[in-house]
């Protein structure tokens, strides 16, 4: 009968060869090592998720190191709701918690980068709207981030939505925002990276933001409709490497809003690194309630939640993002 005494020897002695055959394969007996039998208690994934979640709680306990040159990258994408903003912040907070100093520059009127850094930005600030007009320096208008002494932002107030009339008639549009950013303009701020956040569309500010930038930074949605338009952006790159600045690269691609229940994220995923290789991140930013919530209450995912698996994968992927600069500085001298 089912639920019998012999069923319940039948289970124990089941699972006893069970932990038997588990023993012998992280022994090695079995010819083969397990993954983790030479991984020390903070390589196994339990311990890497404990030791990212020190580096929020204790910022400083570790320092990555600081890249030869400036990093300036822009986070482009005309596709709205990617998480354009969400990675710039959140990258940006990632690599200042590791000991980096980073300076975001919101380029999108709407201000939601300005928002989860905890900058003011109301009408009448000094903006990303008046670097461009010429009307401040880049160290009039800096702010540093309230949720961390290393983290820093040119914030965008709603003024920049009409800024691109105004640029049209001005001499050299599109390389205005490279002009005030130069080290002497940042005065005293010492930045490894700078990340530029772009509204979604192909106008002026996101060209200033490409000629401003070597590097490009694509977050793409892992969605279905996440390729489409890409191939527009590639284009403008193209034309901006043709015409406006000839070491704008696309460096890096990032994987958000993945769900590993559907198979349509793999998919999706998969079509991405066949398409970009090694520019796609390994790191992947997992749909999270928590990474949602945080600029409602004006902080990134790692200021607001830190224990979060947001958090923990924007730590991952900024880990990432500051590794390669070896691998990048070396290209570049080739």
Do not use: W
């Not at 639920?3 to 010819?31: H, I, K, W, Y």
């Not at 994220?265 to 309630?289: C, N, T, Y």
């Amino acid at each position: 009968m089912s639920g019998g005494p012999e069923s319940a020897v039948s289970r124990e002695t089941v699972s006893r060869e069970t932990d038997r055959q588990s023993d012998q394969s992280l022994n090695g007996d079995d010819g083969f090592t397990a993954p983790y039998a030479s991984l020390s208690v903070d390589e196994t994934p339990i311990g890497a998720a404990a030791h990212r979640a020190s580096q929020v709680l204790h910022p400083g306990s570790v320092s990555l190191p600081k890249p030869p040159e400036r990093r300036v990258l822009t986070i482009a994408n005309q596709k709205g709701g990617v998480g354009k903003t969400t990675t710039a912040v959140n990258l940006a907070s990632a690599l200042a918690v590791q000991g980096l100093t980073v300076l975001v520059v919101d380029l999108d009127p709407q201000g939601n980068a300005s928002t989860a850094l905890g900058v003011p930005h109301q009408s009448g600030t000094p903006s990303s709207y008046e670097l461009l007009l010429g009307d401040v320096t880049a160290k009039e208008a800096i702010q540093q981030s309230p949720h961390s002494e290393r983290l820093f932002c040119i914030p965008a107030t709603i003024d920049l939505a009409g800024a691109e009339i105004e640029l049209v008639s001005m001499v050299a549009r599109e390389g205005r925002l490279k002009a005030a950013l130069t080290p002497q303009a940042l005065g005293d701020l010492e930045a490894d990276f700078i990340l530029i956040d772009c509204p979604p569309s192909l106008g002026l500010l996101t060209v200033n933001a490409m000629v401003a930038a070597k590097e490009v930074l694509i977050p793409i949605q892992c969605e279905y409709y996440a390729l489409e338009g890409v191939g527009q952006l590639l284009r403008n790159i193209e034309l901006v490497q043709s015409h406006l600045n000839p070491e704008l690269h696309v460096s890096t691609v990032l994987l958000t809003m993945y769900d590993g229940r559907t198979k349509l994220a793999d998919q999706v995923a998969d079509e991405v690194r066949s398409h970009f290789g090694e520019a796609v991140l390994k790191a992947v930013i997992p749909r999270s309630v928590k990474v949602s919530e945080a600029p409602g209450y004006g902080m990134t995912v790692l200021d607001y939640d830190p224990g979060s698996r947001g958090a923990m994968s924007y730590l991952d992927a900024g880990r990432e993002l500051a590794a390669r600069t070896a691998a990048n500085s070396t290209q570049e001298k080739k």
